[in-house]
């Protein structure tokens, strides 16, 4: 599916709005490049990935450990 959303927020934070993709759609195989911690002290952020199918995924990440991240199906 199209990923068309992607918001990431501090996992032990206030939840962020901000959808991360902008305009941008992501089809299967595509890649972006995001910054996700902008500096500060959190590592562990909670990312949802909203698709074109109206499903959404939410998985916490470990930024401080990963460099590389993919929402792969299921």
Known sequence: HTMTRLYASPAH???V???MLGD???KPGQ???LVIGGGGDACVY???????DD???KQKVNVCE?????????
């Open 31 to 33: 890649s972006a490049q």
């Open 13 to 15: 934070g206030t939840p």
């Open 55 to 57: 499903t959404s995924r």
């Open 24 to 26: 941008t759609i992501l």
């Open 46 to 52: 909670d990312l949802k990935a909203s698709f074109d």
């Open 17 to 19: 709005d901000e959808d």
């Open 66 to 74: 990963v460099r590389t991240y993919r929402f792969a199906g299921e």
